[in-house]
């Protein structure tokens, strides 16, 4: 793509789905993995100022996607899982919440299977834990009506990798 085709500027929602022009020079890149665990019939789900999502986020520098599904799920929700299988990738710009960041992201999700564990938000630090509900286990047939959280409906992804 030649200069005068790259966009100057992209459209970046934040978690209240408020739109926001940002030139391309001001976003960060962030790779992020999300965990999609099902068990018992119930998925495995985070909840942040007050809406649900899936467990996971940034993808460290020298840290594999498929690592960071695992790492993200257990310090999140307290749920060890295992076995990540790569179901879906996505792409979005969005801003960080309870910051002025603007972030380009390849999502990637992984189904992975439950390993053990109680759900506790013990591993945030007390930033995180400001914003963030306790985990919880929702059944599948609820999907449709719990109210999507992030930038992104990540619902169709979990949908697909049924």
């Known amino acids: ?6 966009p100057k500027t992209v459209i970046c929602r934040d978690i209240e789905g408020r739109e926001h022009v940002v030139p391309v020079e001001k976003l960060k890149w962030r790779p ?8 018992g019939g119930k998925i495995l789900l985070t909840k942040q100022h007050g809406k649900y ?10 840290e594999l996607p498929e ?6 799920t257990s310090e999140e929700t307290g749920i060890n899982v295992a076995n990540p299988r790569l179901v879906g990738c996505l792409s979005n710009c ?13 999502l990637l999700f992984y189904r992975c299977d439950f390993a053990g564990g109680e759900l506790s938000i013990a591993s945030l630090d007390a930033f995180e834990r400001a914003w963030t509900e306790p985990p919880e286990w929702r059944r599948l047939d609820e999907l449709d009506t719990l109210e ?3 930038s992104f409906d990540w619902r169709a992804v979990v949908r697909a990798s049924l």
């Open 148 to 150: 999507a959280g992030a």
């Open 94 to 106: 969005f801003k960080l919440p309870g910051s002025g960041e603007f972030v380009q992201s390849l």
């Open 32 to 39: 992020s993995a999300y965990a999609i665990v099902v068990h």
């Open 67 to 72: 690592a960071a599904s695992l790492r993200e």
């Open 53 to 62: 999502e899936l467990p996971g986020g940034g993808v460290d520098f020298g």
């Open 1 to 6: 793509m030649s200069d005068a085709q790259q």
